[in-house]
């Protein structure tokens, strides 16, 4: 069969949607794709598998036209994720399998997904885990939870994007404490620190997903992620100037000018009605 054709497209989507993962849980609900990472007995802990699996998972997300938000977290109550599974590790003589194409985890070197990622963090997000929730646009955690980057400790470097990302998110001063030292910190002082989104009680994780969750689904999905592309790629400008200068050059962006969204918005306001976005 052809996959090219109009039959063998159908058929590839259909495969795609019965894929069965082992290490990981998606389920799609309406707009919104949730990926859980689904090994609680070793705190979520990243093994090649896995890492095949999210690259398997963020490809679908980042291709379908019908999913606009994307929400990680970790099943059980202890952690997010603990990072890269040492165990499996060092059963193999410390060499480790190559990671997939977009990276650590299949998101940390994703750097053209332009629709929001929600971290929702749950206990324990150190090492490759807080690498995977600083790649993702928001981080929303329970009071339970800790953050760090304690590679140093075994004798690595948090190069999954965590040395780069942490900089770029709270400043050069405390993360090279953090990073140094190896240290975590709990999730009041990741809040306090600008690492946090939301910071919430435990029995409140869900409740607080589905609010940003529903806060991003009122605005058009197009105009979000042509916010998030101006946003990013913006801060690699030299200058402000130069960004204000460039946004409209943007692919995401330039397709919002001209989508039927962007009339619709103006329409609904007029007619005092909710807006009816179709990411067109």
Request: aromatic share 6%; proline share 5%; hydrophobic share 40%.
């Amino acid at each position: 069969m052809n996959l090219d054709s109009a039959e063998g497209k159908k058929n590839r989507k259909l495969v795609i949607s019965m894929l069965e993962f082992e290490m990981i849980e998606v389920r799609n609900q309406e707009h919104v794709t949730h990926i859980t990472l689904n090994r609680p007995s070793v705190l979520n802990a990243i093994n090649p598998r896995m890492h095949a699996e999210l690259q398997q998972a963020f490809d679908q997300f980042a291709g379908n036209d019908e999913q606009w938000i994307c929400v990680v977290r970790g099943a059980g109550e202890r952690a997010f994720s603990a990072g890269s599974d040492l165990k499996a590790i060092a059963k193999a003589g410390g060499k480790r399998e190559p990671y997939p194409k977009n990276g650590y985890a299949g998101l940390i070197e994703r750097f053209d997904l332009n629709k929001p990622i929600i971290a929702a963090v749950d206990g324990v997000a150190v090492g490759g885990g807080f690498e995977l929730a600083l790649a993702c646009d928001l981080i929303v955690a329970t009071t339970r939870s800790k953050f760090g980057l304690p590679e140093p400790l075994i004798g690595a470097v948090a190069l999954g994007g965590g040395v780069h990302r942490l900089a770029r998110q709270i400043g050069l001063k405390q993360a090279m404490g953090l990073v140094l030292s190896g240290d975590s910190v709990d999730a009041t002082r990741a809040f306090e620190l600008g690492l946090l989104t939301d910071l919430v009680v435990p029995e409140e994780l869900e409740n607080c997903v589905e609010r940003w969750c529903s806060k991003i689904l009122r605005c058009a999905p197009l105009a979000v992620r042509a916010s998030k592309e101006a946003m990013m790629r913006g801060l690699d400008e030299p200058s402000l100037a130069s960004a204000m200068r460039a946004q409209e050059s943007y692919p995401v962006f330039a397709k919002m000018q001209t989508s039927n969204d962007r009339k619709e918005g103006p329409a609904a306001f007029s007619e005092k009605r909710d807006p009816n976005w179709t990411g067109t």
